[in-house]
């Protein structure tokens, strides 16, 4: 999307730039101007007391495009090449990542189900394996994100993992109190049925490659 920026400040610069042209041609830069964000740089030329740069070179290291209305100047600022790539959604790096960090996770989910189904004893051991595997995953995934659509996506992949390990712990400490599970319990748990949701919603995401969250992981 296309967003045009009025430069008052800037007209009045070219303005007295055409009026003493012939004096900055001959004026030597003493500055460089450049703009955060975007590659190049243009001459800062001391002119009637301020500082000029020529408009076309601002509008070609902003990315942008001039247009001419009377007395008036447009300058249209296009998305910046960094832009561009975010808009084009997820990275594949960082896809391949996610998935690896949701398959440990779905991991340490399964080995949690069959524990709690069939009663098998679960320590503080048991689930530091899964954990381990599991967070050293996730902050893989962080470490791939590249793009604000990989960084959106990356919080949410925290977040499933954030809501594991409260699962498992939970089930950990009634385990650790004596405290007597049901082989169904994870069937009718609140933050279970969460944590596949998520799951199910970032898979989506990885399957289009879009950003898109529907606020399932919080």
Known sequence: MRE?????????AVIAVFSVASGIAQSQPTRIFTLDGHPGQ?????????????IEALANLANGSLSFSGNQIMLTLHA????????????????NAGIEAMS?????????QSAVRYGFPTNDDWVTRYRDAAMTSVRLASNAAST????????LVSKEFDNMKQLSDKMTSARKNMTYIAPDALANDPLDKKIVNCAHSLAAMAASGQFHDDGSCH
């Open 42 to 54: 243009t001459p800062v030329i001391q002119a009637g007391g301020k500082s000029c740069v020529e």
């Open 80 to 95: 910046s090449p960094a832009s561009q790539s975010d808009s084009q959604g997820l990275s594949k790096s960082f896809i």
């Open 104 to 112: 440990e996770i779905r991991e340490w989910r399964s080995a949690l």
């Open 148 to 155: 604000d659509s990989d960084r959106n996506a990356a919080q």
């Open 4 to 12: 045009k920026f009025f430069y008052t400040n800037l007209i009045s």
